[in-house]
């Protein structure tokens, strides 16, 4: 039976499967950094930059989210439970000039990914260090990794070491490789042209 959400929507995007599995995505040879040597840095334009180590992001407040993740490759994923430090709590924080539009996630290995910042706003995207009540593995981007929910899942970037706030919307890895600039998954916005 087809499952439907609050506003109407079925769950299910268009023409995605859902798994039961957790596939690993990972372009090239992840570059990870544990957790004594990791730190995210929050700049660009900003009234406060800020870098925060392992215990800064810890000590900040954690929240427990539980969404539905849809990666570009068709599959799905239901009510993943994710711990973390909800973006929001960041642009707090940080204070964003009104012209900063964008946000380009920075992560360790060169992957970057680039996002609207209104699509991070209210709790719609989180900086997750735990899944499923685990501390979050490696191969899913441990130990820190960022969670948009809202997009197609290669805009989460694993290993996430920065979020850049910048009027400019500077394209992602895959962005440049020819995937949608936006990745809505209900419009289908998987490639360009
Ligand atoms: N740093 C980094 N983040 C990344 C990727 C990557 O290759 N490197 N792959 C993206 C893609 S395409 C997807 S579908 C998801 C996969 O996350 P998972 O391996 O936890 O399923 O991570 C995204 N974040
Ligand atoms: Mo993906």
Redesign the pocket.
Known sequence: MTEYLKDGRPRLPPNQVVTRK???????T?VTAGKDSWSLTLDGEVARPLTLDWQGLTALAQQEFTVDIH???RWSKLDTRWRGVSVQTLVNLVGPAPEAAYVQAR???N?TSNLRLADLLGDKAFIATEYDGKPLTE???GPARLVVPGLY??K????LRGLHFSQFDYKGY?EKLGYHNYGDPWKEQRYRG
């Open positions: 957790f596939p690993v995505m990972t372009a090239g992840p990666c570009v490759t992560a360790d290995g992957y191969d899913h981007g899942f290669w989460s970037a694993k290993w895959w």
